[in-house]
């Protein structure tokens, strides 16, 4: 990490930048790292310089990059079988269903692939279970979600979103969704009770990870498990980002003492690997998909299930999740040290942070190119906002080295 060597011109990595600009669409603008290999909390770029990764892919990379474990079990599925489709059974899939169930403290899975299409199969799943069981008339059942949500970027989960610039110039919209604000258990109660006994589900973030690591009220949670129950309203908590260790906990909902009807899952369950997702529950909400009426050429494939069965004997030892809860502790204990003229606001929980930087220390996204600059990755995010999320298996050292460069970014 102290003797980088020097960018030569033209260098690969701006020849490699060039080619991605010129035949890609530019719906994302990554910081101008190429990354060739990666292990642990670190990548090396095509120029050989290293990095310390504290984004670990938006928490799909919770247990590190190429984590041995995860790529021995890849690698031992590669040489037996990889994809079946669901029209046959695979000898992976009832132990990865049955395991990630018992985690869970839930009777049933549906697998998928990517998040969105998880919290997708989450909306299908309530609204079938309020026609079918509920009792809702047909086609008007009513979800109801926070501001500043982040559930993924399907046409419909879009719908639903307050961030313009993922809704905009992508309708028309999908009905059927209220918005309330986060945190805010009077305006959801208002919400539900308007849409009365249409309303089928509240879909929560129990931390909003994309809108910054904005975790709610104490109590809000509970609040909202109290509410639907009394209601007879599914409570689904988008887990994808916030679940499987990252805030110190299994899931962010159970350190506040909350069981939903309904884990959306996603990111960390792939080990950083392949795409998993998936949609667990009670028999009687998942219990309403009868053959033919939802899937995925992908879900459930022998190799995501071998790659998340190893994800999930991970997570039973208790180990990545105590990491991030001591680790937690101390990353928190030290960005409410940075200097108040930089730093508006330290949010978060366990291994996950978002810091509001002071404009007059430059935008996020400067913040994140000075750390590049220093070798350390993370992502900006709403103009001043810079997300920390390290791999789960970070050392203590690695860690600090990260949190000092970020000092010295700020002192500059
Ligand atoms: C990342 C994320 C999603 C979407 O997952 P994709 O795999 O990108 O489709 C959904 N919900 C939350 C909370 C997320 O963080």
């Not at 020849?15 to 035949?23: C, G, L, Q, W």
Request: proline letters at 5%; glycine letters at 10%; charged letters at 20%.
């Amino acid at each position: 990490m102290s003797t980088q060597p020097t960018l030569s011109s033209p260098s690969i990595s701006a020849r490699s930048i060039a080619t991605a600009e010129a035949h890609s669409a530019h719906n994302y603008h990554p910081l101008p790292v190429v990354v060739a290999t990666a292990d642990g909390a670190w990548v090396t770029d095509v120029e050989g310089r290293r990095y310390l990764d504290m984004l670990a892919g938006y928490s799909a990379l919770n247990f590190g990059h190429r984590n041995p474990r995860l790529i021995a079990a890849a690698k031992a599925q590669l040489d037996r079988v990889t994809l079946t489709s669901r029209a046959f059974h695979n000898d992976r899939f009832a132990d990865f269903a049955a395991q990630l169930a018992e985690l869970c403290g839930m009777e049933m899975v549906l697998p998928m692939n990517t998040g969105a299409e998880a919290v997708e199969t989450a909306v299908k799943t309530a609204r079938k279970w309020g026609y079918r069981v509920k009792g809702v008339p047909d086609g008007q059942a009513k979800i109801i979600v926070a501001d500043n949500n982040f559930h993924g970027r399907t046409t419909t989960i879009i719908s639903f979103s307050t961030d313009e610039e993922a809704r905009a110039d992508h309708g028309p919209y999908t009905p059927g969704f209220e918005v309330v604000p986060y945190g805010d258990l009077a305006a959801l109660e208002a919400a539900v009770d308007e849409a009365g006994e249409n309303t089928v589900a509240v879909l929560l973030e129990p931390v909003q990870g994309e809108a910054g690591v904005l975790v709610p009220p104490p109590g809000y949670l509970a609040g909202v498990r109290e509410l639907t129950r009394s209601r007879g309203v599914l409570f689904i908590a988008d887990e994808i980002q916030s679940g499987l260790g990252r805030t110190g906990a299994t899931f962010a909902c159970e350190q506040e003492g909350v069981v939903p009807d309904m884990y959306v899952l996603g990111k960390a369950l792939g080990g950083g690997v392949v795409p998993v997702s998936a949609v667990v529950s009670s028999r009687e909400v998942l219990g309403v998909h009868r053959p033919g009426e939802h899937g995925s050429t992908f879900g459930g494939n022998p190799l995501a299930c071998a790659v998340a069965l190893e994800v999930l004997d991970m997570l039973r030892s208790g180990e990545f999740q105590q990491r991030a809860e001591e680790l937690g502790e101390h990353l928190h204990r030290e960005l409410k040290l940075l200097p108040a003229s930089a730093v508006r606001e330290v949010r978060g929980r366990g291994l996950w942070a978002g810091v509001d930087i002071d404009p007059s220390h430059g935008t996020g996204r400067e913040i994140s190119e000075r750390l590049m600059a220093r070798g350390v990755l993370v992502k900006d995010t709403h103009g001043s906002t810079i997300r920390l999320a390290p791999p789960l298996c970070i050392s203590k050292e690695d860690l600090d080295w990260g949190l000092e460069q970020l000092r010295s970014v700020l002192a500059g």
